[in-house]
């Protein structure tokens, strides 16, 4: 039954994505618009009706509701309450806390929509043992596993759009009431818990926006006490009821007007829970509007709840249907030196100054946990709020993988004021697993695939411990497991105990014709003494012992057949800073690894081997990015290695070249080309699809092949999937090397 409601409410999110794209009946309710009906001049201070403003919710139509209140600003006419659900709770409380509609404006252009409807933890903000993960399994599939196989309550967290309105609030976090407010507010909520809708009118109000426009299945929910808090656009979308008994006694409704339904839309699952759930929304907003004295409906026909990139042309269209009822509204106008009343008491309510905090205290972990995160945040009592950077460290907090949001807001005690830090556990992990799927088809007539599942458990020796284990099943058959124990909680010094197996498929071509084909086992055993320098890079020396064996299965034979022992110390250096796993555009990466073996199959003696890696990207205009990567190797001529170390051909090693084709003991690799986006993908399929071109120029010596320095050009089309990057192109080669290929899996 548990299982059947989670494969429901998956389904049900397109529906409540789209379920406030809304049709207002053909002819509204006589009460709802009463525009021919006498109304009080209100060019008198001495006694004016108290007008309401009720909001509806949206989703990035309610964006509307800024040009709305920007009309009302420019024609002075008051605002004395306001009330809004989901996004119009949000435009709402924004407008209550003093914010003018052109700040407005300007904020809400000034925003990554896509960042904060995406909401992962940006890659550079991850830890570095959470970047080791996002480069192996480089997609969007992580499960959680600490009450079984489960997903998370929501595909979005909301910490990047909880970060935007605990910024905005941040003053108003003490307040007692919200009628308190420079324009007194409310905003509507669905306790799931009770069923019913819940009216928010006092404490956090950080809180209170959060929870109205917690779309089910898309947002997780707000947890207070014994509440659970989805969109109040469910029960009470349109809430003109709340500004009634507000005290308004003109009450205004705001509504937002979709494109009328067709018959022949609705076909699919999908399209039928997304205008059921919208004929459940519309029945609420038919109630409401009866209880509207005047109605200003914004035309958004072409127009939906995820189109945030256009939130100028929607402003624009509710600024154009308020002044649509010009002629009704210019009624309840004040003359100037009421207005400037008006607005200087509304002033008088602000709150601008923020107290500079003496102490941090953390809720909604373990007290353990807590007192980690106070000391990760040591470095802001007693200094004025830095918003901008309060909000990077709590963002690379959510990177540590414990936590799915963070937030903050101002508080009290003995006297003192304070940082009230509350963090959000992730509900469904840890433990949790990540799975990918590497689809290798560069050579043709033969594909390869392999599955990978990678399981993590935390604090399994110790808090902040780590036990990480990968499971591969296809090309290869493998199992690698590592436990990370840091010396103590807060040191960056580790030592990491390991072990792994595998079976390989070993193919070597020239050009498109194979020549051989191996499986290699490999088994070893060993541990690392690291240190962790921050979320960028890290040192590892240790010493690994196990056996290798290389059988020949088909062709002929192309390197040595071995079998026996493997001894090695390794030093090992990664420097990661790129802003992606997958496609990077910024940033630098270095990686180095210096292994000395003291004994290998088929090799007459020890001998050291080395590698390195450079990698940098630069953009260069908004859609296109140039990279440059070189790298190399050598075992500083020892050529007795038993089988060799080093191997060329392939995707990203000369790719119009045959798999594995060069294989020997020294060579060099340098690639550049540029990156160019295309596309956007829709949300939660992916993030972008792009034009990707290089030059590759490599050599391996002691190879005699027809070209001293092979070199080739590939190009193709790179999609960024919730499964992954794929990758489907071709490469032109000297020497009449060429092929055509595709991939998913990792392309850098």
Known sequence: MRLALRIFS????????????????????????????????????????????????????????????????????????????????????????????EEMQKLIGGLDWRKILGDRTPYQDLSYRRKEDQRAYPNSLIFGLRRGLSAPAGLIAGHQIGLLIDRVTLPYSGISS???????????????????????????????????????????????????????????????????????????????????VQADAIRSVFS??????????????????????????????????????????????????????APMLEAFALNDADWDAYLQARKARERTGLPVPQFVKVEGTSEREAIDVARYLKNFPGKPVDPQKLDATLTRLTGVGRFDSAGYWLTEQDGKSGLLVRVVEKNDAPPMFQTAFEVDGSQAGNVDFTTGTRFTFMDVAGYRSEWRSDLLLGNTYGIHTELYRPFRAESRWFFAPRADASDTAFQIYAKNDPLADYRIYRINIGSDLGYTFGRF???????????????????????????????????????????????????????????????????????????????????????????????GGSTFGTKSTGIPQFFLGGPLRLSAYGNNEFQGNQYYLFRAGFVHDLLTLPPFVGKNVYAVASYEIGKMYGVTADSNLPNDVAAGFLAETAVGPFFIGGSVGDSGHRKWFFQLGRVF
């Open 537 to 631: 890079s890290e040192l590892r020396v240790g010493y690994e012992v196990g056996s290798l064996n290389t059988k020949l299965r088909l062709g002929t034979p192309e390197i040595p057949a071995v079998q026996g022992r493997v001894g090695q110390t390794r030093l090992h250096y990664l420097f990661d800073h790129t802003d992606d796993p997958v496609i990077p555009r910024r940033g630098f990466t270095a990686e180095s690894n210096f292994r000395w073996f003291d004994q290998s199959p088929g090799a007459t003696s020890s001998f050291p081997s080395m590698d390195l890696k450079l990698g940098y990207f630069q953009p260069m205009t908004r859609p296109t990015s140039l990279f440059a990567e070189g790298e």
């Open 10 to 101: 998956l389904l049900l999110l397109p529906s409540l994505l789209q379920a406030q794209q809304k049709m207002v009946p053909a002819t509204p309710p006589v009460s709802a618009t009463r525009e021919n009906s006498e109304v009080p001049a209100t060019t008198r201070s001495q006694h004016r009706p108290k007008i309401g403003v009720a909001l509806e919710g949206g989703g990035a139509m309610g964006l509307a509701h800024i040009g709305v209140l920007k009309w009302f600003e420019e024609h002075h006419i008051p605002v004395d309450y306001v009330a809004g659900t989901s996004m119009g709770g949000l435009v709402g409380g924004f407008f209550a806390t003093g914010m003018t509609p």
């Open 272 to 325: 039928v829970l997304n205008h059921s759930v919208s004929a459940m929304v519309r029945a609420n907003e038919v109630r409401s509007l009866e209880l509207a004295d005047s109605l200003i409906s914004v035309p958004l026909g072409e127009f939906t709840t995820v189109d945030y990139a256009k939130s100028k042309p929607i402003m624009e269209r509710g600024y154009e249907a308020a002044k649509v009822k």
């Open 178 to 260: 919200f009628d308190d407010m420079p324009v007194p507010f409310r905003c509507v909520a669905v306790d799931l818990v009770s069923g019913r809708s819940h009216v928010f009118q006092d404490g956090p109000l950080a809180i209170a926006l959060r929870s109205t426009m917690s779309i089910p299945g898309a947002f997780s929910p707000v947890r207070e006490g014994k509440a659970v808090y989805v969109d109040g656009g469910l029960l009470d979308n349109l809430p003109t009821d709340v500004v009634r008994k507000m005290g308004a006694e003109i009450v205004i409704a705001v509504h937002l007007e979709p494109a009328p």
